[in-house]
């Protein structure tokens, strides 16, 4: 094992607590900077610092995406390897794109990568990356379900530089700003962005100015170090073995046939294997990604079931994650990569339901496992565009310890689930209705959370269409350790006074919608965990006092003890 700098405990511990505060601060600047509600609401975004010649990941701020950790690194080392190309890297140089095969998740998510300089010398990369509310395509707000190719889905920037020398390219800009239908939405978000990154700089100049940078350097590798060693204790602890695992996507969205995504689970001593063989091969549709991301989403399963581990690169040294070439998850430009997130959950259900055979005390059952990304979109009376996006909660698996969390956000992310409020005072819609679903939720020793019941009604006089990228429509979140599946999404749409679905069960795009017409989403509970017998008849009968379970679906589940804990 490589040597590391010695750095004393105390000092170690205050300047990790330094760095990961300087990608909070990022991330905070961004939140309350963003004009689109996607990061300043729901906080869809990350920030982090990153290695000079390796781009691994070496501090991410708490409140950004789990999924971005990984990505990152990705992303940074598309721009060491372009500047390598182009021309060094120089202080004042900040790096934009979206490519989603080099950098990672989708093209969304706009990057930005502004190396850090210390008296001449390269010290390490800044980071930002965020998520933009249109970059043009074929969909509004760009999650198209029928996209065969990247150019479907938005406008697709490799790594360029932005500025140089600290000197902006209005070109670069100005390219930007014609690609998306909201640019006033992109300029405060690209904005936001860069005074993200300005404020890392001058963050950096002060924890530096304060211990030097020969101590923060060398901080910096004993943090990889430490990390790679406390995974490899965590995977010592575990019993050695293999165990596989596998789920289905519900389609592509262009061919109505089930994907399966498999996973076999190996732990040898203190290192572990990751092996996707068997995984659907690429498809046309929008739910492949691409490499990048899929290695960021092995990482995330991780830290689910390892919480203590820290936010740096080192945890993956003992990990090794097989991917097979050619499949959905190691699709090459310009495959369609739009749906990303739904692909990610369900490689990160299957690593939980693997990684619960061997040791189901560290996990919790399938949560929901669909974002259900809807974009309704239309213009208003005075012609201007409108675009809502947004993402759905759902129920998260039950645990060792507890029932699962009623209606929470997908677990590849800290991101909140944009309030109501929010939404109806920047779009023509209302709410019918925002509620918890009944009969959501997988039954088990300790039950899923609720899934939700989202109603949507469009109030601009000129109507709408409405945009659906989903998933378990067909395929059941699962529980573990003899837990029971929950309930299926479903969706719906007003068509001239009848209830529709779509053809795809989870996936349509151009559904028009007339004023006073609305949508509905239910979304998925969660899986349960344990056996359902084992569940305590007073915490039954207290479900059905709550409506969360009526008593018909009670009796199904867990027969009638529960009956006489009714007062």
């Known amino acids: 094992m490589t040597e590391h700098a010695e750095i004393d405990p105390i000092t170690l511990a205050v300047l990790a607590g330094r760095m990961e505060q300087i990608a909070d601060e990022m991330d905070a600047t961004l939140f309350r900077s963003a004009f689109n509600p996607i990061i300043a609401e729901a ?23 789990p999924i971005f950790v990984g990505v990152m690194s990705f ?23 979206n490519d989603a095969h080099v950098g990672g998740t989708h093209l969304n998510d706009m990057r930005l990568v502004r190396p850090y300089f210390r008296d001449g010398q390269l010290f390490c990369y800044l980071a930002s990356v965020g998520h933009w509310h249109d970059l043009g395509g074929g969909v509004p707000g760009n999650y198209n379900p029928a996209a065969t190719d990247v150019f479907q889905e938005a406008f697709v920037l490799p790594p360029v530089r932005l500025a140089q020398k600290g000197h902006m390219n209005q070109d670069i800009i100005d390219i930007l700003m014609r690609n998306t239908r909201l640019p006033q939405s992109a300029m405060g978000d690209l904005n936001g962005q ?8 001058r963050r950096m100049d002060e924890l530096l100015d304060e211990y030097g940078a020969a101590t923060v350097s060398a901080a910096l590798e004993a943090l990889g170090h430490r990390a790679e060693t406390l995974m490899r204790a965590e995977l010592a602890a ?10 289905y996507l519900d389609n592509d969205g262009i061919k109505d046939e089930a994907l399966p995504i498999a996973v076999s689970l190996e732990i040898c001593g203190d290192r572990m294997v990751l092996d996707f063989e ?20 092995a990482y995330v399963a991780i830290k689910h079931i390892f919480p203590a581990l820290p936010a740096n690169a080192g945890v993956m040294r003992p990990i090794e994650v097989k991917i097979p070439e050619g499949s959905l998850l190691a699709a090459e430009f310009p495959a369609p990569v739009g749906g990303y997130t739904e692909t990610i959950l369900r490689m990160i259900d299957v690593i939980f339901s693997a990684a619960a055979q061997a040791a189901p005390d560290r996990v919790v059952a399938n949560a929901y496992g669909t974002i259900n990304a809807l974009s309704i979109a239309g213009r208003r009376s005075n012609g201007q565009p409108w675009v809502m996006f947004s993402f759905y909660g759902g129920g998260h698996g039950g645990s060792l310890e507890s029932d699962g969390l009623n209606h929470g956000n997908a677990p590849i992310s800290t ?14 819609v209302m709410f019918r209705q925002w509620a918890l679903r009944p009969d959501s939720a997988g039954a088990g020793q300790h039950r899923g959370g609720l899934g939700a019941v989202y109603e949507i009604e469009v109030l601009e006089e000129n109507g709408a269409e409405a945009f659906l990228f989903g998933e378990r429509g067909r395929f059941a979140p699962q529980g573990v350790a003899g837990g029971g599946e929950a309930a299926l999404n479903q969706f719906s749409y007003d068509q001239d006074g009848a209830q529709a679905c779509p053809p795809m069960t989870s996936k349509m795009r151009g559904i028009p919608l007339k004023a006073g017409e609305a949508v509905r989403l239910e979304t998925p509970g969660g899986g349960g965990y ?16 709550l409506g969360f379970l009526s008593a018909a679906e009670a009796e199904r589940l867990y027969g009638t003890a529960w009956q006489e804990q009714q007062a």
């Open 43 to 65: 906080h869809d975004a990350s920030h982090g610092l990153y290695h000079a010649t390796s781009g691994d990941t070496l501090v991410q701020g708490k409140s950004g995406l």
């Open 415 to 428: 991101a909140t689930i944009p309030p109501l409020e929010i939404l109806e005072a920047a779009y023509p």
């Open 238 to 247: 575990l019993p050695d073995g293999r165990w596989e695992a596998v789920d």
């Open 530 to 545: 344990g056996p359902a017998a084992a569940r305590d008849s007073a915490a039954v009968a207290r479900d059905v006092a």
């Open 194 to 201: 860069l005074g993200a990154l300005d404020l890392g700089v």
């Open 75 to 97: 992303a940074v080392k598309a721009v060491i390897e372009k500047a390598a190309v182009s021309g060094q890297a120089e202080d004042g140089d900040i790096w934009i794109f």
């Open 278 to 297: 068997g995984t659907a091969p690429r498809c046309a549709g929008p739910v492949n990604i691409a490499l990048p991301t899929a290695v960021a989403t």
